[in-house]
């Protein structure tokens, strides 16, 4: 059978599947290497062994919708209505699917972002759109990832019906300036183009900076779906329990995708998540810290290798140039990183449409300090 999408295995497969063929360290997909809190896990639990195990509503259990709504009120001062404005979803993948269904017909256009994550591009494939590629850049003035806001005006056009963004960003941990948001609404002022914000590492950014909702900006807001995912939050990334806030009109067509893919979600996490949040708001507080603590950790670590870097500003991951180091190009350096010193990390170009000819591989920081002190070890022998 002739296949819909022809992408092959995602790079965080395939450099995990070569991770534990070669029994490396796997700093190369994602995810914590560490448990959620003790609390949260009995009060999961809980909700398991009292009878919480059938299906939850379409749009999630109230008590979750309202403490997504009470965090945007308490981080971003926007006031939502939980009910009809929280979808809870199956991990922040299929909030990112049901809405790019729900606003994108065949021949519609699709900006995104390069490096852009990876589901992006299928899923707008499937909906029959045409995805549009404007690279970040770096400057002089700003050296960060930033959006080019001249190339994005240049491809805007009749066609473009939504814009995907992605910050705190993997793979790069750039974040947005307040300006940024102004200087967006200005550009969208007057077109219809929704707008999708992929926030999953909202509460994972450093050096005392916030992270910028889209929800916290009235303009943007009023066209935007803003997803985020507790699997990044609560580290818990196997439960794949995300939501997707938006406009009542938005939620109301990304619910038309969600109730026949998906319909409702993991019913005693929810109920875990929603009273762990309850009774513990300074977790999320805490959680930039957390995270500040081993990204200083690794990078001090790094400090006597060949690898340079610019510290990530959010995210759980660390980009590393190692141009000092080699030639090859980051597929096949990643691959050599894994099989022969014993690191696993991402290469970035995957990332793009057109790489730049950049040498730099992701690596996650969000394991234990034991971990990172081991890779790092094999990583400064280079
Ligand atoms: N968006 C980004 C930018 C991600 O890094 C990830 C991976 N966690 C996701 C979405 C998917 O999140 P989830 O695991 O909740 O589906
Ligand atoms: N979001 C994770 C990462 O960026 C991977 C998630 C996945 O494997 N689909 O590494």
Redesign the pocket.
Known sequence: MKSKLDTGNSIFTIMTELSNKHNAINLSQ??PGFNPDPRLLEMVCKYIRSDNNQYAPMAGIPALQDCIADKIKKFYGRTIDACHEVTI????????FSVIQAVVYPNDEVIVFDPA?D?YGPDIVLAGGITRHVPLIRTKERPDYHIDWQRLKDTINKKTKLIIL?FP??PTGAILKSEDLDTLADILCDTSIYLMS?E??EHIVFDGKKHLSLSSHDELWSRSFV??????TFHA?GW???YCAAPIDLTEEMRQIHQWTCYSVVTPIQHGLAEFMQTHPEYIDSLSDFYEAKRDHFCKLIESSKFTYQVSAG?FYQLLDYSEITTDNDVSFAKKLTEEIGVASIPISVFYEKPPFEQKLRFCFAKENEILEQAAEKLCRL
């Not at 979803?89 to 990112?96: I, R």
């Not at 997803?227 to 990044?232: D, N, T, V």
């Open positions: 994602g995810f979803c199956d991990g922040a993948t299929e909030a990112l994550y589901n992605n960003h993997n992929d999953v590492y997803i985020s995912s507790f699997g990044k990334t794949k329990v995300g995210s």
